[in-house]
């Protein structure tokens, strides 16, 4: 599954790059190759942090499936314990 960014994230994503190139490095980095360096990362490093958020989300979907039989369970044959004693 490719991972695509919406034009806005993207174009976020270029100028953040080209910031922390001005404040850090010793060169600005331009729009071309700050595009290019996000299609890096997006193909070859978002992957592995995609697969770990999908872990993390059926970790978690997992603990809450366990938990429906606690919060969903009914128990049987409860009629006979609800109604008063009868005497004959």
């Known amino acids: 599954m490719a991972i695509e960014l919406e034009k806005d994230v993207r174009d976020r994503a270029i100028s953040s790059l080209q910031r922390?190139?001005?404040?850090?490095?010793?060169?600005?980095?331009?729009?071309?190759?700050?595009?290019?360096l996000l299609h890096f990362f997006v193909e070859e490093i978002a992957p592995a942090i995609y697969?770990?958020?999908?872990?993390?989300?059926?970790q978690s979907?997992?603990?809450r499936v366990t938990e429906l039989d606690i919060e969903c369970h009914q128990e049987p044959f409860g009629?006979?314990?609800?109604?008063?004693?009868?005497k004959r």
């Open 51 to 58: 697969n770990l958020a999908i872990a993390d989300a059926q």
């Open 79 to 86: 009629y006979w314990k609800k109604q008063p004693a009868r």
């Open 20 to 36: 922390y190139f001005t404040e850090n490095m010793d060169e600005p980095i331009g729009n071309i190759q700050a595009g290019a």
């Open 61 to 63: 979907l997992h603990a």
